[in-house]
């Protein structure tokens, strides 16, 4: 091994000769589904892609909502989003749920057959009167149209809630099907801004599917412990970004070295 891989091997990359469970996220799994080559490249080789932009913004309103819904959790009533929706259902409490919404530690469950440590953060957890928790995430945005979960790059949203429905099960818990996301829309028809922002405050249901996910899980080890690198996947923008960069670099080179 180089001395370049030696040197990668403090990110916690993935050692196909450890026989210790390898830790990985959520979002790595959405990452493996988008690109298995981008996946293996950030996993085993240590190049990740390059980190988006903080949603500051976004996570203002993650931690407001958590203190809104927190001070019904701790009343035991239900919050009036869920009234004015007709769900009959309140904040879930569990000494574990400061952990769970820790990103980097979340709720964890070791996969036996790939001995891949699956974990994830999630904004909350709520529980209805049959014993069933309800799996809810927070977004928020702001646009003239009404929200939704149509849109096709919505599709990692809904796995995120299928993975942490599936991850409370594997705990132990009895999990409705029904999750909710409690869209936030930043309104954009006021008169002036006045130091403050509105929003529209939608909850959305979706049913979730965890019927894919075992399966992944293994293909995600099957990647990992390959020694050939996953070619591109040609609808990943970073692997067209890639692709576009070498060729005018190597372009340019020739055509300098013609002069």
């Known amino acids: 091994m180089s001395e370049y891989y030696r040197g990668k091997r403090g990110r916690d990359l993935f050692d196909p000769t450890s026989s210790d469970p390898y830790k990985l996220s959520r979002s790595k799994i959405d990452n493996f589904i988008k690109c298995p080559r981008c996946f293996y490249v950030d996993r085993r080789l240590g190049v990740g892609q390059p980190p988006g932009y903080p949603f500051s913004l976004n996570s203002a309103v993650d931690l407001l909502l958590k203190k809104e819904f927190d001070v019904h959790r701790a009343k035991g009533t239900a919050h009036p989003l869920m009234k004015a929706y007709g769900l009959d259902a309140i904040p879930y409490s569990h000494e574990n749920l400061d952990t769970w919404r820790n990103a980097?530690?979340?709720?964890?469950?070791?996969?036996?057959?790939?001995?891949?440590?699956?974990?994830?953060?999630?904004?909350?957890?709520?529980?209805?009167?049959?014993?069933?928790?309800?799996?809810?995430?927070?977004?928020?945005?702001?646009?003239?149209?009404?929200?939704?979960?149509?849109?096709a790059w919505q599709g990692g949203y809904k796995r995120q809630v299928e993975i942490y429905q599936w991850l409370f099960r594997q705990n132990g818990f009895k999990v409705s099907d029904t999750a909710y996301f409690v869209y936030c829309n930043g309104r954009r028809d006021m008169t002036g801004f006045d130091g403050k922002l509105e929003f529209d405050i939608k909850l959305i249901p979706y049913v979730g599917k965890t019927d894919w996910i075992d399966a992944t899980i293994v293909g995600m080890k099957e990647c990992l412990t390959g020694e050939e690198i996953p070619d591109p996947d040609p609808d990943c923008d970073f692997c067209k970004y890639l692709y576009s960069v070498d060729q005018v670099v190597v372009a340019h080179e020739q055509l300098v070295g013609k002069k």
């Open 104 to 151: 980097y530690v979340g709720i964890q469950y070791l996969h036996p057959a790939t001995n891949l440590l699956i974990y994830g953060g999630i904004d909350d957890v709520w529980v209805n009167p049959a014993g069933e928790l309800i799996i809810v995430d927070y977004k928020a945005t702001s646009k003239d149209a009404e929200v939704s979960l149509d849109a």
